[in-house]
C-alpha cells in the first residue's frame, strides 16, 4: 500500500466500498454540476452533491448564506436562475457566515460589490487572523443573537458555545421550518476524519440537541446532496452516543501493563500501545453496526479517529484520565 506522503495511488490500488445507499444521496445535478430546489416558500438549497448553500430571496435582495467555493459561480446561477422564474430581484445584499472555514465561505468574494457580510464576532476575529481575500471579514457582527429582518422575512441567528469550530452558528428560519447548522451532521453519512475535523469535542457531541431544541422540519447541514430530517439528527446522535459508550467500555476494561512494561523507558511506545488498543477495541463493533445505516461507515479510520478524540475527551475534558498514584 503506498501512503498519502509518497504520491497519488494508482486507481488499481483504490480499496472498494459498499454501495451508498439511494436513500443517503440527493437529486441528480444539472449539467453546470449544481442542483437548487425550494426548502420552503422562498428559502433555497443549493448543492454540488459534497457541498450546501442557501439563499432567501426577499422584495429587497436576496440573502446568501455561506459561499462554498466549490459552488463557486454556480451559486450566482442558482439565485439568477430562482429569481428570474419567480420574477423578484437577483441582487444578493447580504451575506450570512455560519463559521469561517474557506471551504464554507472561499466564494464569498465572488459577491464583493455591496454586499453586507454578517457573522459572528468571532468569525471577524478568525478571518482577521487568516487574512484571506477570498474570504472578507464581516461587517455586521454579534456575540450571542442576532436577527436579520430583510423584505419582510427573518433569519435568527445564534451562538450558543464552540463546536465545529470556535464561532459556529445556529441559523434558524422561523417562518420557513427550517435550521442550518453546518458541520456536525452529515445527511445520511458518518463524519469525516475526527468528528468532521472539529475543535470542540464536547460542544461538537452536545450540538445535535441543540439543534433539536429548535422548532424545524427542514434541516440544512452543509454536506452532501440532500437535506436532512429529525430523524437523520437522532442517528447521528445515536451514532455518537454509541462511540461514547463503547469507549467507555473499552477504556475501562483494557489493561495498559502489559504495553509499559514490554516498551519500558520508551513511554511514549507504551502509550501508542495502550491507546491504540483502546480505540480498536471501542471502534470494531460501531463500525460492524452502522455499516448499512451511515454511508461511509465502512471507510473504518472515519470512525477509528472519530472514537479516538471522543476517547480522549472522555479522559481529558471529563476526566479522570486515569488512577491516582496511592
Ligand atoms: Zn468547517
Request: charged share 20%; aromatic share 8%.
Amino acid at each position: 500500500m503506498t501512503s498519502p506522503a509518497s504520491g497519488a495511488r494508482s486507481a488499481a490500488d483504490l480499496p472498494e466500498y459498499a454501495p451508498i445507499p439511494r436513500s443517503a444521496l440527493g437529486p441528480a445535478l444539472n449539467e453546470q454540476g449544481y442542483y437548487v430546489g425550494r426548502v420552503e416558500r422562498n428559502l433555497y438549497w443549493v448543492t454540488d452533491g459534497v457541498y450546501q448553500s442557501a439563499f432567501l430571496t426577499t422584495p429587497d435582495g436576496v440573502v446568501l448564506f455561506d459561499a462554498p467555493p466549490s459552488i463557486g459561480g454556480n451559486l450566482r446561477r442558482a439565485v439568477d436562475e430562482i429569481a428570474a422564474a419567480n420574477g423578484v430581484t437577483n441582487t444578493v445584499t447580504h451575506l450570512v457566515y455560519s463559521h469561517h472555514h474557506a471551504d464554507h465561505a472561499g466564494a464569498s468574494s465572488l459577491f464583493d460589490r455591496d454586499v453586507v457580510r454578517v457573522g459572528h464576532e468571532e468569525t471577524r476575529r478568525l478571518l482577521l487572523r487568516d487574512n484571506d481575500p477570498a474570504r472578507p471579514v464581516p461587517e455586521i457582527t454579534f456575540a450571542d443573537r442576532y436577527t436579520l429582518e430583510l423584505g419582510g422575512e427573518r433569519a435568527e441567528l445564534a451562538w450558543h458555545g464552540p463546536n465545529h469550530s470556535p464561532d459556529n452558528i445556529y441559523i434558524h428560519f422561523p417562518g420557513h421550518d427550517t435550521l442550518m447548522l453546518i458541520d456536525v451532521v452529515n445527511a445520511g453519512w458518518v463524519p469525516i476524519y475526527n468528528l468532521n475535523l472539529s475543535e470542540d469535542v464536547p460542544g461538537y457531541m452536545a450540538a445535535p440537541a441543540t439543534a433539536l431544541a429548535y422548532p424545524w422540519t427542514h434541516f440544512i447541514c452543509g454536506h452532501l446532496g440532500r437535506l436532512a430530517t429529525r430523524d437523520d439528527v437522532a442517528v447521528h446522535q445515536a451514532y455518537i452516543a454509541d462511540i461514547e459508550a463503547s469507549a467507555k467500555q473499552a477504556l475501562a476494561t483494557v489493561d495498559p501493563v502489559p504495553a509499559y512494561m514490554h516498551y519500558g523507558e520508551n513511554a511514549w511506545a507504551g502509550v501508542k500501545a495502550h491507546l491504540d488498543t483502546v480505540t480498536e477495541r471501542a471502534a470494531a463493533p460501531i463500525i460492524a453496526k452502522y455499516t448499512g445505516v451511515l454511508a461511509a461507515a465502512d471507510i473504518e479510520i472515519f470512525t477509528t479517529t472519530t472514537t479516538f478524540l471522543i476517547m480522549q475527551s472522555l479522559r481529558l475534558d471529563r476526566g479522570p484520565s486515569g488512577p491516582v498514584h496511592p
